[in-house]
DNA sequence: AAGATCACGATTGTTAACAATTTTTGTCAA
DNA sequence: TTGACAAAAATTGTTAACAATCGTGATCTT
């Protein structure tokens, strides 16, 4: 069910004609998940219509659907550049999870019957591989996927389209002010919080999931930006 | 520079007639929130570009937007439609109210000085007039947008989003599902929690707020629906 | 040369015609 | 009357041409 199962046709240069604009929005989306398009990069609707083969229409609409997540920005008349959080809009995020990832938590592990204790562990053990061979994008996927998994566990929707939100705009954060060494979560930290839930410690796992989201926070340095970059038709291969 | 007016078919009802696209969002939106626009109702686009004196295009990328936000139900070949939440994401909003609205109230109360305590006041004003006089739609807008200033005085652009969304939501649940008598909040069940959080106390502001998500819920008649409706192009004047 | 101005090219925004699909309507047979 | 079927109308989806705007580079003035 998770976007894994589709199979190979985007080899090659020229897709013709499966793209609902749906796949668009993803594979941007994917993307900037994995901060393989750097904030600030522009998005010309020429571009993304050979990339993906597709119409202008389906891409203009891939862009508004886009926008109105606050991954891109469009600009009027200037085109569509990947969204670059600033310094306020940082501290919002952070202290929006402060408020709400919390919450989330501690319901799970007063209920933890409801999670699927399986598939994190499994997401946990794909994490550590991930980590110890070095796939830097991979690990940034994923360890923001810990999280959203993690909302969706609740079974509820619009938590999990919250949470959702709330990760991939953390993901453009770490990418922009992540001072070089820690660009993710770190090490077991994802695997002590599932712990406490899963022994039913509310609290503990309350207290660790601050503390991890505190740990990412003071990873970053709010004062130096990272630079744009990005060439498009390369990275969205 | 500005968008101009456009010299198109307003004969009729003249409303203000220079249409960004979010002014058609606006207005769609205004009309759910205050159960004016009935859940199934159709959004034909032809008729949006009457009512609004605008391109089709405008109107296009009205529904998408309005649907990515679930107002609107865009349905392949078929138009659009007014959401119509079921039982399951009636209980997911409440339970997604449940578990994030109750700290924010908390964290209002801890640090009131961010509220802007004569707004508040000002709209608890509004609020009892309009029941003073039982203007059922305005209670209706009202008695949601206390929840998304509460939201706002955070100051969190995304802690706002969401509640504004959950709040959305909720009105047309209530539209849905509200047996009759009790169509919106009870009373002063605001002005109680505006006065907990304003005397620094958080676990009542916490408590008096979950008891009031509580009430409303418990006037819903989950079993029963009201049955569509709506003629358009007179709604949205 | 530095700076301003203007024209050109490239990109985005809009409109209108066209194609595809659904819904309605009309007809006929059981 | 009811049901099935088919043509017609209405509505949505798509494409392509057209218009407006922005960025860039050449030209001109001081």
Redesign the interface.
């Known amino acids: 069910m998770t976007p894994k199962s589709q199979p190979s046709s985007r080899d090659q240069t020229e897709t013709t004609a499966e793209a609902d604009e749906s796949v668009i929005v993803e594979r941007i989306y994917n993307a900037v998940m994995e901060q393989r398009l750097a904030p600030r990069t522009k998005l010309s609707e020429s571009g993304l219509c050979e990339t993906f083969g597709v119409g202008r229409m389906r891409v203009r609409?891939a862009l508004?659907?886009l926008s109105?997540?606050g991954i891109v920005d469009l600009r009027s008349n200037r085109g569509a550049y990947v969204a670059c959080p600033d310094k306020a809009?940082a501290n919002?995020?952070f202290?929006?999870r402060m408020?709400?990832e919390?919450?989330?938590v501690k319901?799970l592990a007063q209920n933890p019957s409801a999670i699927n204790l399986a598939l994190l562990t499994e997401h946990i053990a794909l994490e550590n591989s991930a980590r110890a061979q070095n796939e830097r994008t991979k690990i940034i996927r994923l360890s923001g996927e810990f999280h959203t998994k993690l909302a969706q566990s609740?079974g509820?929707?619009?938590?999990t389209r919250?949470m959702r939100?709330?990760v991939t705009?953390t993901s453009l954060i770490v990418g922009l002010f992540g001072s070089s060494s820690n660009t993710s979560c770190p090490d077991d930290e994802h695997s002590n919080i599932l712990d406490a839930i899963h022994s039913q410690k509310p609290d503990q796992a309350e207290k660790l999931l601050i503390s991890h989201l505190r740990h990412i926070q003071s990873g970053l340095d709010m004062d130096a930006r990272q630079e744009p970059q990005s060439d498009l038709t390369s990275i969205l291969g």
């Open positions: 609409r508004l659907l109105s997540q809009e919002d995020v202290a929006a408020l709400i919390p919450p989330v319901q609740t509820n929707k619009f938590v919250m939100e709330l705009r």
